[in-house]
């Protein structure tokens, strides 16, 4: 989000800066089928928020966050509701972690036409697997995380 001088917020949607390099940057690009954990750092403490995964680049799934604004709040979802929200209201310094799950992309061949790349399942794997170990860990799952097939 941007703020302005004078505090008045000039658009809702979470703008992504200061990548780690050119790797980083390349993942959240190009990588179809990625995990990731969004993190928001509150008194020098950096606590998990979200763990997911997105069939999409990250950058085209973070289309889908901005959908999150009060505006959109009978047809956006809830998660994405709460991670833009929080972001808007907070102004809290959040996090992004990308875990790359792009190898081996699915491509069929029907017909003689050929489909784009889809992410393999892996992405989907990573984030069970993650949302587990900290549900074992914490007792609860992440604050922003509401798959109902998780338990804790």
Known sequence: MI?????????????????NGDIEKTIFDESAGVSY?????????EYIIKIGSSRKTFKDG?????????YNWRTAS???IKILQSMVTTRALFKLYLYDCSDNPYIFDWCGVTSVPFANPKALAVEDIMIKKFIEQ????PLANVQADAEG
Not at 3 to 19: G, M, T, Y
Not at 62 to 70: A, I, P, R, T
């Open 78 to 80: 809830t998660t994405n």
């Open 37 to 45: 954990i969004f993190t928001c750092v509150l008194d020098d403490k």
């Open 3 to 19: 703020i302005l001088s004078n505090d008045k917020r000039k658009n809702e949607k979470i703008v992504p800066f200061a990548f």
């Open 138 to 141: 914490f007792g609860h799952k």
């Open 62 to 70: 973070l289309q889908s966050y901005n959908c999150g604004y009060l």
